[in-house]
């Protein structure tokens, strides 16, 4: 059954005479409400944020007056009573609407200022349960929401941003008008959203609830882009509730404003990155189209941007860098000899920003720290008339127990480059082909359809960067090979045995394994089965 809709003739503009202002981010309100009152706007409010008006001499009315009922159970029962609902939903149009206020001596409210308990700024600081649940807004929501509806009528105020425009309608409009209501009432219903979507998704995790049966995600717009991937596509970033390092939480430096593909790629090369322990060894990842073009560890983190950038230095032209360590003046001297679009590090030291500085478009991003690649967490995907929702790839080699399935044990270094290897496939597009030789990417293949095109086009870009380099061997020469998935015939793996490789990793579980695993032996190959995939689409 639907409702059948009023018959509501909403004026084109509406004049203030009482504002409910109930605000946690009191962040310009006394201002706001000194320029209200001053236009001559009753205001009522709400406990803290009654005092903090009061306090700064502007005349301003307890909402418990309008209520006649106290404020209760700790601000749990404030505002939720019919004289501020009645005040918000009255369709002022429908006689019977303006009766019902009359007889229950409930005020017209024309404009609602809220904004909510801060959620999603309590579970970034880890709270515990109780505070958490506390933090979750009722009575915030219901006005916004109530206001909103009667948006013929009332204008909803959700972000200190919107002060001004409202002040400037009062100011040339004598009242704010139907279009800045409807906008208002829009945003005030996505903030909603997003705020439950926030408190659904906490709870979600908190419960370990895998797939719920409602999903909803929300976020905060930090930029509009220049354009999507592609510039006739529109754009917008939007962040959410996320304390984890990384490009939506890092702080720019410097540089032009990142573009949508920027954020994308940033995003898989500081992710990549941060699978290496910078404890065990300073690592840098060059990523271009999402897909890295180079991983290297090193002595330092000079040494291994060298080396990841040895892997494939044409590809390296306009990529991204990320390390997983503080940017210090001898790498920072070493990237800015090539053009690449974004840096991204924990931190950077004052010489390596000052180096920095010399190309000012290039974007610096520094991120306080790592990301946990063990942190549990889902990814979204939208499909058309869907999301695909899924845990993150959280998998690691180090957890994983190792089987060797040839007669040949991997060397001591065979068997570090193969685990560095795999750990690399995670983050490179499927079919993905990783060779490495002393813990440096030599040769990356990556989103083909075929696993052995994979194999070739690794091996090929490796006997080019050699060549270019002066070298007469390829980079592959007894180098390791990992797949992301497993070889489901023998030639992908012939072809990386042709290209110089000497052992493999891979996750096994072919139907064919077995010839797979012959071909290995008789190829004197050492193989080692991980049981883990890591398809990335
Ligand atoms: N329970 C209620 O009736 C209620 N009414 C408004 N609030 C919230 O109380 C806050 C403002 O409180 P104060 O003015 O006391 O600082 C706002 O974030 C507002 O969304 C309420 N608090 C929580 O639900």
Known sequence: MSVAPLSVSAPEVVSVKRALISVSDKTGIVDFAKALADKGVELVSTGGT?????????????????????????GRVKTLHPRVHGGLLGARSVEAHSAAMKEHGILEIDLLVVNLYPFEETILKGADYATTVENIDIGGPAMI????????????????????????????????????RKKFAAKAYARTAAYDAAISGWFAAELEIESPTFRAFGGELAEVMRYGENPHQKAGF???????????TATQVQGKQLSYNNINDTDAAFELVCEFDPAVSPAVAIIKHANPCGVAMGATLKDAYVKALACDPVSAFGGIVALNGTLDEAVAEEITKIFVEVIIAPDATEGAKALVSK??????????????????????????????????????????????????????QEMADLKFAFQVCKHVKSNAIIYVKDGATVGIGAGQMSRVDSARIAARKAEDAAEAAGMTEPLTKGCVVASDAFFPFADGLLTAAEAGATAVIQPGGSMRDQEVIDAANEAGLAMVMTGMRHFRH
């Open 238 to 248: 939007y962040k959410t509730a996320s304390s984890r390092p990384g490009v939506a």
């Open 50 to 74: 009654c005092k903090a008006i009061a306090d700064a001499g502007i005349p301003v009315k307890d909402i418990s007056e309008v209520t006649e009922f106290p404020e209760i159970m700790d």
């Open 145 to 180: 929401r109530a206001a909103a509806k009667n948006h013929a009528f009332v204008t909803t105020l959700v972000d200190p941003a919107d002060y001004a425009e409202i002040l400037a309608q009062i100011e040339e409009k004598g009242g704010i008008s139907y279009d800045v």
């Open 359 to 412: 190309k000012k478009n290039l974007r610096l991003l520094l991120t306080g720290g790592l990301a946990d690649p063990r942190e549990e967490g889902v990814t979204v995907k939208s499909v058309s008339g869907g999301l695909l929702v899924q845990n993150r790839d959280n998998g690691n080699i180090a957890d994983i127990d190792l089987k060797v399935a040839t007669e040949r044990q991997p060397s001591e």
